[in-house]
């Protein structure tokens, strides 16, 4: 990874810092940080490079958000959920659909794209393309975007086909020009009030079918970072935005603490054994969420530039693993906030936002402990194939 990349993160560090302020009260990022991610190239990590993008290792873009994360976590959102809906667009749209949405690198600038793949709509079959009706929340950075993207159920599709691992039998993904939606100003939030993640809906909007793909299909393009397959391709986003959120309120609570005593005239909370205690096991646990989420991702990644789609244990090592990382990072932050005693909950006070923004990610729908629950299942029929024979390593 360029270092370049990450000194121009640290350089801009006061404006995000300050970005993450106002972010707050407008409930989306600001312009000019929105304008700052856009010329360090920060949405495109995800994007082929034959379509202007600068695509990194799993790994390397998980240095990048958690970089960003920890100076500031609405910009982290921006640059992970922007990131992550342009690759979606542009590894697998086909050839005629993804050059409507990105020109050549020349001729324009890139375009941001915001909005999640859970069906929450539906899309009847026409010449040409669908018909597409529905609603889709959480759209993080929609204000900003150019393009949306998201998914439905073809009417009449089977549930045998499709999206392994879903549920949902087989789902369409869809790109529509912003303009096309209505945009509804619903984000009223206790947690990552600055990511900007209103809904949008559709009545009737007609997509033509270049616009569209399969979900769990091959990619089209982008060389082995699109090999991943789902959902390992996006499981390097939400967690190690975590550890970064984890490790600033970690940095942060240790300098409350040197001023922060509970009684006046008590020792600070600092001083005190039961915080170093704390301090310790929060810094063990971030590095150990941290860990189980690379490797689980490197043993993606290495599958991916083989040539192979990662199978099976190996996606659910990466989702679980993500699950877990998140998790562990609420934890962290939410046993250190009580250490803050009532100056923890002023509106100023970072500690509270690392709280509500820490607990917000966890309800990310990639982040259901449902995985949990595969994951179990297929050890159990593992188990059952395998009889008395020593069962393989997860990842």
Known sequence: ?????????????????????????????????????????????????????????????????????????????????????????????????????????????????????????TGTPVTGGYLVSGRWGFSSGIVHADWLIGAFKADGASDDAGAAGTGFGRMVVFLIPKEEAEVIDNWHVAGLQGTGSLDFSLDGVFVPEELTYDLGSPAVRGGDLFRLGMPAFVSNEVPPLAIGLARRAIDDMIELATRTARFPGGPTVSERAVFHKELGRAETRVRAARAVHTEAMAAAWESAKAGVTPPEEQQLAVTTASVYAVEICADVVGDLFRYGGARALALSNPIQRHLRNSLAARQHVALSEENYETAGRYLLESAKARGLERRPRLG
């Open 1 to 121: 990874m360029s270092t370049a990349l990450l000194d121009g993160i640290r350089g801009h560090r006061n404006q995000f810092e300050a970005a993450g302020d106002r972010a707050e009260e407008l409930r989306t990022l600001p312009p000019d940080a929105v304008a700052t991610l856009r010329s360090l190239g920060l949405f495109w990590l995800k994007t082929p490079a034959e379509l202007g993008g600068t695509p990194l290792s799993p790994m390397e873009f998980g240095a990048v958000i958690e970089e960003l994360a920890y100076i500031d976590t609405s910009t982290a959102w921006a640059a992970m959920i922007g990131a992550g809906c342009c690759g979606l667009a542009s590894g697998w749209l086909p050839e005629v659909g993804v050059k409507r949405i990105f020109p050549e690198p020349a001729v324009g600038p890139l375009p941001v794209v915001a909005g999640q793949l859970a069906p929450r709509g």
